[in-house]
């Protein structure tokens, strides 16, 4: 039976990983480039006498699950990060450096990119699409957007990147505390889908922007992990840059002998 810091289990584990994100990505284009998905769950959210969606001024929605939800996660953000400062001076040992590295730069770029994303995709909202009393066609994201409309910034969805941010942790404390990491990975994953989901129904994401937003956050996060070699698996030794010496060659230890 193999162990966990065997380089073989890590190396599957990576593997794994891969071609779960690549089997994800099949099915959402499938999905949503292959159907009218988008568009008839958006419908369930719009009023066609009122031309607008009726929550999209609503206070519950707007107060708290728009600002007051994205406040408090940010807010949070500001003791995880000097948490993650202090253990990247190895103050905690249940948070390698590497890993604590991991969760401050995913927690930052999780909802940095996703926001230049938004800039560079041009993609509406649904408040923007024709179907809805907008201005623009609905198209896929491969297609091409046509010249002649002003351009969205809808895609992926950056308000559910927010609540996303914290799926990094997931990965930072899976090697020592595996429970804890699946929990913080489960509420974040719910919290970043329920934050999209609200603004879904006021006409501000599709399922699919959602749904890809959660997507890059896990993706974002294993890359990271990988770039800063993060240890992931239980059991899985610290890397160091002394890490080759540790391990001695036989014909080494031979040569020392005979001295």
């Known amino acids: 039976m193999q162990s966990r810091n065997n380089p073989v289990t890590l190396s599957r584990w990576w593997y794994r990983q891969a071609l779960l994100m ?3 990505a099949a099915l959402l284009l499938l999905i949503f480039e292959q159907t009218r998905l988008d568009l008839w769950l958006e419908r369930f959210f719009y009023d066609p006498v009122l031309g607008d969606f009726p929550t999209r001024h609503h206070w519950f929605f707007t107060v708290v699950m728009h600002h007051g ?12 990060a000097a948490l993650c400062l202090l253990a990247m001076r190895g103050k905690f040992a249940w948070l390698p450096p ?4 991991l969760a401050l ?14 800039q560079i995709t041009n993609r ?17 994201l491969l297609a091409t957007t ?5 351009p969205g910034m809808c895609f992926p969805a950056g308000h559910a990147a927010s609540g996303l941010a914290w799926i990094v942790w997931g ?8 429970s804890i990491s699946r929990v913080i990975l489960a509420f974040s994953l719910a919290l970043g889908i329920a934050m999209g989901l609200a603004r879904m129904t006021q006409g501000a994401h599709f399922l699919s922007h959602v749904l890809w937003s959660a997507w890059w956050a896990w993706a974002l996060s294993l890359v990271l992990a990988y770039l800063f ?9 610290a890397r160091s840059e002394n890490s080759r010496s540790e391990q001695t060659d036989p014909d080494d230890q031979r040569i020392h002998q005979r001295q």
């Open 171 to 178: 990965l930072a404390l899976a090697h020592s505390m595996k």
């Open 146 to 150: 046509p010249h002649d409309i002003a």
């Open 69 to 80: 939800v994205k406040q408090v996660s940010i807010a949070l953000l500001f003791p995880a």
């Open 98 to 101: 590497r890993n604590a590295l």
């Open 229 to 237: 070699s993060a240890r992931i698996l239980a059991g899985e030794p």
């Open 22 to 24: 690549a089997i994800l």
């Open 124 to 140: 509406h909202c649904p408040w923007d699409i024709i179907d809805f009393g907008g201005y623009a066609p609905y198209i896929g």
């Open 105 to 118: 730069t995913g927690m930052l770029l999780i909802p940095l990119t996703t926001a230049l994303l938004k």
